[in-house]
């Protein structure tokens, strides 16, 4: 087989955001710029030659395609291994599990998570490192760089694999080792938590439903839910990864996970549910009648890990992204452990669950984990929540007024603003970045300013930086408003509000109503009705 040398030229724009590359599928599919993007990738970690890796995806529109092509461009770069999900697919805590179980170098992810698939959506390659976790900020701008200066890339004049095939191929000198997705990420998931009180505890009757969103937890949630622990069949929901994610949003929220949130306010709810995202690393927690928000399940998880075999030894700390509610830095402080507070993104937890500073991590976005991977997973979050519920047996509602009762109540929300003008964004986010050493002191729609910064961050393990993180405003009492925009959207801006107020005695109100004061500070203080038009966020979680 040949390698061939093809010449290219950068293209612009190739810069990893919060999560990898995204862009809309057409655009990857454009001759040359997944190729582009790969070699990138080889010259920006020193070139793959010798090394081995890890490839899959979360079976979006593209993806088989896309992985032909990376496995001809491992084989032509002369990786010596490279070991693929069955069929291209790979949920992305599987993925970072493989890379870690294997002692791999690294790996490739192709998933643009909860954004939507199919040919006129998006589209994403993400590269992680020997770690199994996200590629820090350092190797993202390497990646970045050597795109800038491409010249050629290089490509096995080869034929497709059988992708379905599981076991050993060859493409030129790289052995292609195909494995099932499933089977090792549900081996550690049953090394974690006592599949045995799970089971037991649905055969008390408790009923659960887990919606898969057509995307890739599907096969990953039968085998662990219905087959090892007896969950009744058709409780997964969705199951099948179809490439369109049945022209779905596989974003697990109230807003994108709609009939699952109705269900659970039906008369007839299960106990319990829960949904995952494009490539599983997402979760959404319910309980009859209650939706958990992330922010919360956090919180609740790191109060009662040390009752799930994994976690037996208790926690060396926590860390959440910055914009999340600070419930889970009361939870710390009760048992005497180290919070983080890290930009938004999982690449910024990697070296604290490395260096052992932290166990679990989260984010508001629906991202939980902890050291057994270095993503966030889903169908892991589910896990250690049934587990908790197998000990403590009482309804999630009644567990979540349990821990208010124990912590206070951090209100929570997040508004959205989608699609909007990106100078328009940029701007507003400028301004108030200005506005910042004037801010603290100022009485806003009622709401004294404590304090105000652009967050930035110092790693504590390896001190790298990073800068303009977010606006956070401090308001009197303890609450707080963060803006930032986002990295993951491949149109316009999309402008996130977080917001959060504290209270420690009246635990039982409507967030929205509770934030009411906030949100009106916020608005004061961003115009962000008079500057893009818009009177309400596009989504609220
Ligand atoms: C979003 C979330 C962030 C998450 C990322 C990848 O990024 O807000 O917490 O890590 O997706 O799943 P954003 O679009 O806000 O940059
Ligand atoms: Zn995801």
């Given at each position: 087989m040949t390698i061939l040398r093809i010449s290219t030229q950068p293209i612009e724009g190739q810069k990893p955001g919060t999560s990898g590359l995204r862009k809309k599928t057409q655009v990857f599919m454009q001759p040359g710029y997944l190729e582009n993007f790969v070699q990138s990738i080889w010259n920006g970690v020193g070139g793959v030659a010798g090394k081995v890796l890890v490839l899959g995806g979360d079976g979006r529109h593209f993806n088989t395609e896309a992985a032909q092509t990376i496995l001809r461009m491992a084989a032509a770069s002369g990786a010596a291994r490279v070991i693929v999900g069955q069929g291209g697919l790979l949920s992305t805590p599987a993925a970072s599990h493989l890379i870690r179980k294997r002692g791999a170098d690294g790996g490739i992810i192709?998933?643009?998570?909860?954004?939507?698939?199919?040919?006129?959506?998006?589209?994403?390659?993400?590269?992680?490192?020997?770690?199994?976790?996200?590629?820090?900020?350092?190797?993202?701008?390497?990646?970045?760089?050597?795109?800038?200066?491409?010249?050629?890339?290089?490509?096995?004049?080869?034929?497709?694999?059988?992708?379905?095939?599981?076991?050993?191929?060859?493409?030129?000198?790289?052995?292609?080792?195909?494995?099932?997705?499933?089977?090792?990420?549900?081996?550690l998931m049953e090394s974690l938590f006592d599949f045995d009180a799970i089971r037991a505890l649905l055969g008390t009757g408790f009923t659960l439903r887990f919606d898969a969103m057509h995307a890739v937890t599907g096969p990953y949630a039968r085998e662990i839910l219905e087959n090892r622990l007896g969950a009744a069949p058709g409780s997964v929901r969705n199951a099948v990864p179809l490439p369109d994610f049945g022209a779905g949003h596989p974003d697990p929220n109230p807003v994108w996970a709609k009939p699952l949130f109705d269900a659970m306010f039906a008369a007839d709810a299960p106990d319990f549910a829960a949904a995952s995202d494009g490539d599983g690393d997402r979760n959404m927690i319910l309980g009859r009648g209650i939706y958990v928000t992330p922010s919360d399940s956090l919180a609740v998880l790191a109060a009662n890990a040390h009752l799930v075999p994994g976690y037996r030894d208790g926690l060396k700390g926590v860390a959440r992204s910055m914009p999340?509610?600070?419930?889970?830095?009361?939870?710390?402080?009760?048992?005497?452990?180290?919070?983080?507070?890290?930009?938004?993104?999982?690449?910024?937890?990697?070296?604290?669950?490395?260096?052992?500073?932290?166990?679990?991590?989260?984010?508001?976005?629906?991202?939980?984990?902890?050291?057994?991977?270095?993503?966030?997973?889903?169908?892991?979050?589910?896990?250690?929540?049934?587990?908790?519920?197998?000990?403590?047996?009482?309804?999630?509602?009644?567990?979540?007024?349990?821990?208010?009762?124990?912590?206070?109540?951090?209100?929570?929300?997040?508004?959205?603003?989608?699609?909007?003008?990106?100078?328009?964004?940029?701007?507003l986010i400028d301004d108030l970045r200005g506005a910042l050493p004037a801010m603290a002191g100022q009485t806003v729609a009622g709401l004294a300013v404590e304090a105000a910064r652009d967050f930035a961050y110092t790693d504590p393990v390896d001190g790298s930086t990073a800068h303009k993180q977010g606006i956070e405003i401090d308001f009197a009492g303890g609450a707080r408003a963060v803006l930032r925009l986002s990295g993951t959207g491949t149109e316009g801006a999309t402008l996130r509000v977080y917001l959060e107020r504290f209270d420690a005695q009246d635990t039982g109100q409507d967030p929205q109503v509770a934030l009411a004061p906030v949100i009106a500070a916020t608005e004061e203080l961003a115009g962000i009705a008079k500057r893009t038009g818009r009177t309400a966020p596009d989504v609220i979680t």
């Open positions: 192709l998933s643009a998570s909860h954004n939507p698939g199919g040919i006129d959506g998006d589209f994403g390659v993400k590269f992680n490192t020997a770690n199994g976790g996200p590629a820090p900020e350092g190797v993202t701008a390497r990646i970045h760089e050597a795109s800038t200066r491409l010249d050629h890339f290089l490509m096995l004049d080869s034929a497709d694999l059988p992708l379905s095939e599981i076991g050993q191929h060859r493409l030129g000198d790289t052995v292609i080792e195909i494995v099932d997705p499933v089977s090792e990420y549900a081996t999340t509610s600070r419930a889970v830095d009361r939870v710390a402080e009760a048992l005497g452990i180290a919070a983080y507070a890290t930009p938004t993104g999982w690449k910024f937890f990697g070296t604290l669950l490395d260096a052992g500073l932290a166990t679990l991590c989260g984010e508001e976005s629906a991202g939980t984990g902890s050291d057994h991977v270095r993503e966030k997973d889903g169908l892991w979050a589910v896990l250690l929540w049934l587990n908790i519920l197998a000990e403590w047996r009482m309804p999630v509602a009644a567990m979540m007024a349990d821990h208010w009762a124990r912590f206070g109540r951090n209100y929570y929300s997040r508004h959205d603003y989608e699609g909007i003008d990106s100078a328009v964004a940029a701007t």
